[in-house]
């Protein structure tokens, strides 16, 4: 009996300890059984493609939860950032329309951040708001930049070979969102996980009266987040508008919502000060197959966005659920 017990015990353990693993494997696997299409090279290609804008927006979102904040600016930075890109790639060029859409979406984060914190807004709610309303404020101001129009690459009359190839491009078998992802999916892990400013990151996400008595200086690493998740949502938007070739001023709609799930998913928690870009992977991962794997079974638009709410409200109450046997046991 005892051994059985112990059988249990590892096994509950185990689906506790990688339950992101193995959600990702038996949805994979019944969509195998119910449409076998799911394997087929388009698809694949189709989900790695999916994989690269969401990727990104949720590795800038990962920062901000860490240390106890929500950036829901991330849609309007994406609208901006895509919107002066692509207009400034005929009289620039693309290489100089690339690097200032990049820088763009940090200034927009530091903006974030200064107004964070000159307002004092040091909790999440606080900060959540502001970043909502400047959300708003960096969408119309995208209308006002496009005129309410979407812009085609194909009409533009100069080179847009990297653009091209930063949304069709492969090396190997591999698309170069996913490489670029992958390159700053280690910078960051490495950033946060081995240096003095990333290790700061996470204190002060866990307590910041302690994080700033302990002599880690608050107000500098709520900027460093936030200007990292402006810069990460505008290469999100950059790669987004290489893949479906048009931009429109609401193209970053609903990334914000689909970051915070991936990387609640992905295991890192609301209350801040634990989690991990390598978790929030997993996340992105999950969210991506989820809604490839509705859009084959034919699920309708509408069944999908209740479906996804469900999955968002199901992660949030499960690490509320978490923190609080943590603080109970």
């Given at each position: 009996?005892?051994?059985?017990?112990?059988?249990?015990?590892?096994?509950?353990?185990?689906?506790?300890?990688?339950?992101?693993?193995?959600?990702?494997?038996?949805?994979?696997?019944?969509?195998?059984?119910?449409?076998?299409?799911?394997?087929?090279?388009?698809?694949?290609?189709?989900?790695?493609?999916?994989?690269?804008?969401?990727?990104?927006?949720?590795?800038?979102?990962?920062?901000?939860?860490?240390?106890?904040?929500?950036?829901?600016?991330?849609?309007?930075?994406?609208?901006?950032?895509?919107?002066?890109?692509?207009?400034?790639?005929?009289?620039?060029?693309?290489?100089?329309?690339?690097?200032?859409?990049?820088?763009?979406?940090?200034?927009?984060?530091?903006?974030?951040?200064?107004?964070?914190?000159?307002?004092?807004?040091?909790?999440?709610?606080?900060?959540?708001?502001?970043?909502?309303?400047?959300?708003?404020?960096?969408?119309?101001?995208?209308?006002?930049?496009?005129?309410?129009?979407?812009?085609?690459?194909?009409?533009?009359?100069?080179?847009?070979?990297?653009?091209?190839?930063?949304?069709?491009?492969?090396?190997?078998?591999?698309?170069?969102?996913?490489?670029?992802?992958?390159?700053?999916?280690?910078?960051?892990?490495?950033?946060?996980?081995?240096?003095?400013?990333?290790?700061?990151?996470?204190?002060?996400?866990?307590?910041?009266?302690?994080?700033?008595?302990?002599?880690?200086?608050?107000?500098?690493?709520?900027?460093?987040?936030?200007?990292?998740?402006?810069?990460?949502?505008?290469?999100?938007?950059?790669?987004?508008?290489?893949?479906?070739?048009?931009?429109?001023?609401?193209?970053?709609?609903?990334?914000?919502?689909n970051a915070i799930l991936a990387v609640v998913i992905g295991g890192t928690t609301l209350k801040?000060?634990?989690?991990?870009?390598?978790?929030?992977?997993?996340?992105?991962?999950?969210?991506?197959?989820?809604?490839?794997?509705?859009?084959?079974?034919?699920?309708?638009?509408?069944?999908?966005?209740?479906?996804?709410?469900?999955?968002?409200?199901?992660?949030?109450?499960?690490?509320?659920?978490?923190?609080?046997?943590?603080?109970?046991?």
């Amino acid at each position: 009996m005892s051994t059985l017990s112990n059988v249990f015990t590892k096994v509950t353990k185990f689906l506790k300890e990688y339950m992101i693993m193995v959600a990702i494997i038996a949805l994979v696997v019944v969509t195998i059984i119910v449409e076998p299409k799911f394997l087929s090279t388009q698809n694949i290609t189709n989900i790695m493609g999916q994989l690269g804008a969401l990727s990104f927006v949720a590795l800038g979102m990962t920062f901000a939860i860490v240390s106890g904040f929500i950036d829901l600016s991330v849609a309007g930075i994406i609208n901006i950032v895509a919107v002066t890109t692509i207009s400034l790639i005929q009289p620039l060029g693309q290489v100089p329309a690339l690097l200032i859409g990049l820088a763009l979406g940090a200034l927009l984060g530091f903006i974030n951040s200064s107004l964070v914190v000159s307002a004092g807004a040091m909790s999440m709610f606080d900060a959540l708001f502001i970043t909502f309303g400047m959300s708003t404020v960096y969408s119309a101001m995208a209308l006002i930049i496009s005129g309410g129009s979407t812009q085609q690459m194909r009409w533009l009359e100069t080179d847009i070979s990297i653009f091209n190839t930063i949304g069709s491009g492969t090396v190997s078998i591999f698309p170069v969102p996913i490489i670029i992802f992958l390159v700053c999916l280690v910078l960051l892990h490495i950033f946060l996980s081995k240096t003095y400013r990333g290790r700061s990151i996470m204190l002060s996400g866990g307590n910041k009266t302690a994080a700033r008595l302990a002599g880690i200086p608050v107000k500098t690493t709520v900027m460093l987040i936030f200007t990292i998740s402006g810069l990460m949502a505008a290469l999100g938007g950059i790669v987004q508008f290489s893949r479906i070739t048009h931009v429109s001023p609401i193209i970053g709609f609903g990334f914000e919502l689909n970051a915070i799930l991936a990387v609640v998913i992905g295991g890192t928690t609301l209350k801040g000060g634990n989690g991990g870009v390598i978790r929030t992977l997993l996340g992105v991962l999950l969210v991506t197959l989820l809604s490839n794997c509705m859009n084959l079974l034919g699920v309708g638009t509408h069944i999908q966005s209740i479906l996804s709410g469900a999955v968002f409200i199901t992660a949030i109450w499960l690490d509320n659920r978490k923190e609080l046997k943590g603080a109970y046991a």
